[in-house]
């Protein structure tokens, strides 16, 4: 069996936004999202060389490589604000997933730095598999925020880490095992601000091809308001000798059993088919390689963006 990649992308301006700061970049063996920031044109700058580069880096199927092609976006991010003073200030949050070489055959390598995310649906449950570096997101940490009141908080913009700000960014990474089937979304938070945790879990769980998916997450993210620019990244690991026949039927839809894209019911909220795990979940076996941690200076770098 060979593990390969089925992708679906979509980026979207939003509804209230004038211009969209998202970028995505997707190869065979790598998806990648990046959410920019900055006055004039600095966060589109910033995010669409974070989304080129981690792809064009990432020519050899190595965890380190993509941690590095993030440290190296990091730098070219630093090093175009200095030589630009319109761009000074910008800066990116990043977040790729990748086909990756270990010892017995093939893994998935991911990397986060900054409040987008990475979700896996497995079956009919979807697991958020980032931590967010942001403000609210410590603040639940520490106990002094629920989730809930994260959701909604005036502050809930600010991130606590992000490309382009420091030398040396701490960058979160992770190794996935890859199962046929499983499904994962790369995504900016102007998804899930406007699409709670079960809507992206149904939609995920009903449509089977990937770009159909991602562009009904989209559509679903202007529909709950669209306030910030969208972007939607949906992965699916496949046997590359089947994905050479013809379109799959909805085995997801079916695995989930709930009503496909041509029913207009919504799925009763008590139907526990589809689960939501939270990252903090204490069962997380394939989350096996964190490498970062806190460090004593990570949460001194507060700013607030995208205003
Ligand atoms: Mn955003």
Not at 139 to 151: D, K, M, N, S
Not at 250 to 265: C, H, K
Not at 292 to 299: H, K, R, V, Y
Request: net charge negative; proline share 5%; glycine share 8%.
């Amino acid at each position: 069996m060979t593990i390969g990649f089925r992708i679906g992308a979509a980026t979207d301006v939003g509804v209230q936004r004038e211009i969209n700061q998202d970028s995505y970049s997707v190869s065979g063996s790598v998806a990648v999202v990046a959410d920019g920031m900055g006055g004039h044109r600095g966060g589109e700058v910033a995010s669409s060389l974070a989304a080129q580069e981690m792809v064009s880096r990432f020519a050899e199927p190595d965890l380190a490589l993509l941690v590095e092609a993030v440290e190296h976006s990091n730098r070219r991010i630093l090093d175009a604000a200095a030589a630009n003073p319109m761009l000074h200030g910008m800066g990116t949050t990043v977040v790729a997933l990748g086909l990756i070489n270990v010892p017995d055959g093939v893994s998935l390598g991911a990397i986060n730095v900054g409040d987008s995310r990475m979700y896996r649906l497995t079956g009919v449950v979807l697991e958020q598999l980032t931590e967010d570096h942001s403000l609210v997101e410590a603040l639940v940490r520490e106990g002094r925020l629920t989730p809930e009141q994260a959701e909604v908080h005036p502050q809930r913009n600010i991130v606590t880490r992000a490309l382009g700000v420091v030398e040396h960014v701490e960058v979160d990474s992770f190794h996935f095992i890859p199962k046929v089937g499983d499904r994962y979304l790369l995504c900016s938070d102007g998804l899930f601000n406007e699409v709670n945790a079960q809507e992206i879990a149904t939609i995920l769980a009903t449509y089977a091809d990937p770009q159909e998916t991602a562009d009904a997450l989209v559509v679903a993210a202007n529909a709950g308001g669209g306030r910030d620019n969208i972007t939607t990244v949906v992965v699916d690991i496949v046997d590359e000798a089947e994905s050479q026949m013809p379109a799959a039927p909805a085995a997801l839809a079916s695995s989930a059993n709930i009503d496909g894209p041509a029913s207009p019911s919504a799925p009763d909220p008590s139907d526990d088919a589809v689960a939501f795990d939270t990252p903090h979940s204490a069962s997380e076996p394939t989350t096996d390689d964190q490498q970062s941690g806190e460090s004593p200076a990570g949460e001194k770098q507060r700013w607030s963006w995208r205003r």
